[in-house]
């Protein structure tokens, strides 16, 4: 996905005014939009070969960890940041826990499939049947966050969200039902044969990529649906201004609740392709760092925007794993890879404040704002 | 226009960051220049934690594997056996994706890890498939070995076999009549303390649980529980970051009975963190023989090569690394040979004898469990080999 | 459940909490301070914190000092603590200053949306806490004993140490130090001012920038007195500890009511305290749980806090 994104950048300034890449494109009748559209998507399935490509390809695909792993696992980061882009971007809700929507959605895969589960003699089902089933419970988890913080504001729902994160980590951790540290093993594949053989197996994680490729793809559909609706208008509205959306007859509580159930939904997605491609979870995977990476992502990519959120979770995965395997001088980078991408995103946040690919109306929004504030 | 600028910076920037990473890639392929000698120029991999949190674990078994390379390589007067490492982190999230990678690399025909059993059950399906061998020096998981893996071996006892021996230890040596019992809530540090409350039974008086390394470091409600139950032993099963903290909190209570663990508790780490002096006492169980006993220089080249002293599991790493290389200097030159070899080797390396049963498992009959105890060179020395019957 | 657990050493929990929450107040103070005066969570006031609990210890390492150190004597104790003091409170104020010129200042000048700042933060704390862990190898470090914890008053079963009663008292008479400082002096209502309304303190002529620095300088200050306590408590340091702390302080700050002082004093205590009887109800691991089920209930009733959001207004 890196590579795509980046390459938009390029030519923005050159015909910038009359709205770069983006406007051109807003301007295009439809079915050239859908050929662009489907261009990239093309393009995007045929990213596990990028290292094939003659020069630029080897300076992109990462070594230490499997390229198509490393795609698989930008392919989840990047739903994770779309689902928190819905809570956070649209619905201007600050989550700070959002891991725990992805937990429960690779815990109720596991344990309506594992062997290890206490269910296993009543269910043992296939992975696509637990699917299902383990996204309702994230869609009820976000319900259940999402009823008692209503009357909570920013910082306090963020830290809010954080502890809720925590509380599900921790029980997951302590109680025998959920195994803890020990985990779930077995939890099986997607299902599927071609040519008589398994698709999802455990050495090539292509397939797997593919998978989260489609689910990105629907879930964009989605959410690019529900924005452009009455939905979409309200989560502006309260993001705004919650009490002047209230007295304009906007239902706060309804699209707030909707917001949270749909983000956990997406994060939900998340977690059973990934409990699907590891076939073992653990308490361990879902500390509370993850969340806040997952945040981080969002913003650094244009918040609110989905575009954005796209590129900024595939980063957050992209820059670390490519970080393996490169040394300077002598000394491996190795050690040093979260600290430079810490580094990394004050830079890229400071040189673009709204992100690497910002929202347009939030942009306006901002320029409106900014001269209402007296110069610092 | 300053906005226009900036923000075609930035982009510029960033296009910049990532491919100036890029361009100085390290070549990964490295030495391809097969030295001489029969045999030779093959690879052995390393897989598990180089950083992160868990890190150091990881670096003792690496450092034991890479010392033994060496030596082999030393000793053949060539770069016959090339070593790649491969960083997990000791996280089962990461671990597939890395073990892919070490599965593209033909020329690695066997595996020393990974160090925990987490990782291992994310990780071992696809070393598995790949029918590469694998020798884990520290993932002591029962249930590793009943997952069916082929290339599955395991040159230290599994949980199994070290609780028990606490307890005997607990019950016999120490004749301790009130223990506390605690655990980290690891699978590693929860297994083995389940197995001594059960083996001891009433002589426990109270249990509790903390959270993971790296998780909590207030533990007074702990401490003041151990002290309020009048306990004279404290078993702990979890790993030496925690414990070094409960053993110098425990000392600054003023609580005098004596920390016992498991040999995730067998590392100067412990020591380092509660000082020498509170740390003496502390006795910790391993299955593995004490390494002066073998008589070899494994102390003192480790020390020289790396210049720390060898930490826990380091000197088992070294054991895995030689059984692999005396596999490849006999001939087993692929992945299935190797794998066949490690069914029937007999070794006897500096920490134990290895054996494995069909089941990947070290022989029974060469499981010792010795107790290891906490003297005021900061190191824990060894005391008993523990009978268990 | 452990009820006999909790009763028969309720004394000792509570006092034991107590300690830890008078650190947790300390640390909390920066959040608050920042809060009250940007409306942001600093979450890089973390590694503030930690670089603060390797300040003293390098210091006293100059002198010779490791955890085998013997206990030193009474006058070279108060040596060495005002030493580590000094250290911890000028690295932890520095590294406070240098967030904000860093990480703050060039957002402010570009305009950027709240969330910009949060993000900034957390690379920066991401940033620090590694480069820490690349430097120790990830490995915990002992603290040497320059106090020794000692029985000094006994209450039926409840030891109080000397220890435990420094860490308290030192809390409450810094914070009250805090509360005059912004209540009483010019400075301070500089602080207030702009917490009130940036642009109206800039136009009575306050400097804001200098404001926000001074912002960011106290919580240091706090920050680093709290680093000291907490060495001296736990006895180890390590590259995580500003992280995992920081979470309990900021909670202790939301707690009481962030941008409050006072309400980040009766958070760090409140939470500590609750945290001490959780671990010996539930068991220590599930005191974080306990006390994250406490602050949502608290929020839910009383959504901005115990004492509610009040550093700029009618009273601090």
Known sequence: ???????????????????????????????????????????????????????????????????????FNMSYYVLLALGLNVVVGYAGLLDLGYVGFFAVGAYGTAILTSKDSVLYSHTGWAWLAAVPVALAATMLAGLILGWPTLRLRGDYLAIVTLGFAEIIRIVATNTQTFRGDRGFTGIPHPPGTWNGKVIFGVTDAIPYFWLGLVVIIAVIFGVRNLDRSRVGRSWLAIREDEEAAEIMGVRTTKFKLWAFSIGAFIGGLGGVLFAGEQGFINSSTFVLQFSILVLAGVVMGGSGNMAGAILGGALISYIPDRLRGISVGGTDLYEYRFAMFGVVIIIIMILRPQGLIPSRRRAMELKDRAKEVAPL | MRQVLARAIGGVAIIGLIAGAAACNKDSGGSDNAAGGSNCGYKLAFFGALTGSAANLGVNIEQGFELAVEQYNKQKGSDCITVAKFDSQGAAEVAPGVARSLVADKKIIGIVGPPFSGESEAANPIFDEAGIPTITPSATRTSLSASGWKVFHRAVANDDAQGPAAASYIKDVLKAQKVFVADDQSAYGQGLADVVKSKLGPLVVQSDKTEGDGKQTDFSALVQKVQSSGATALFYGGYYTNAGVIRKQLTAAGWKGTLLGGDGMKDPGLSKASGTQAAIGTVVTCPCSPPEAAGGTFVNDYKAKWNVAAGTYSDVAFDAANIFLQGIDAGNTTTEKLNTYLSTVNYKGIANTYKFTDKGELDPSLIKVWAFKFDASGDAVKDQEIKTS | MNFSGLIDNFGPLTVAGLAQGAIIALFALGYTLVYGVLRLINFAHSEVFLVGTYACLIIWGWFGLDQN?????????????????????????????????????????????????????????????????????RNQRGVPPIIQARTVITIGNTHITNLQILIIALALVMMFVLDRFINGSRLGR????????????????????????????????????????????????????????????????VLGGIGNLRGALLGGLLLGVLQSWAAGLFGSNWLHAAAFVLLVLILMFRPSGLLGESLGRARA
């Open chain 1, 1 to 71: 996905m890196s590579d795509t994104a980046v390459a938009t950048e390029k030519p923005k300034t050159s015909f910038r005014g009359s709205g770069g890449v983006r406007g051109w494109f807003g301007r295009q009748p439809g079915w050239v939009r859908a050929v662009v559209a489907l261009a990239a998507a093309a393009l995007a399935f045929l990213l596990p070969y990028v290292g094939d490509i003659p020069l630029i390809g080897p300076q992109l695909i990462t070594e230490g960890i499997d390229w198509p792993s490393a795609l």
């Open chain 3, 190 to 253: 500089g602080i207030r001012a702009v917490a009130q309304n940036p642009d109206s303190a800039a136009l009575m002529g306050v400097n804001k920038s200098r404001v926000i620095s001074l912002v960011f300088l106290l919580g240091g200050l706090m920050a680093g007195i709290a680093a000291v306590m907490y060495d001296l408590k736990i006895g180890v340091t390590k590259y995580d500890a500003g992280f995992l702390l920081g979470i309990d302080a900021f909670t202790a700050a």
């Open chain 3, 69 to 137: 150190s013997a206990r030193p004597d009474f006058g070279a104790m108060l040596g060495y603590m005002a030493l580590g003091l000094v250290a911890a409170i000028v690295v932890s104020g520095t590294v406070a200053l240098g967030v904000e010129l860093v990480a703050y200042r060039p957002l402010r000048r570009r305009n950027a949306p709240p969330l910009a700042f949060l993000i900034t933060a957390i690379g920066a704390s991401l940033a620090i806490s590694e480069f820490v862990g690349v430097a120790t190898h």
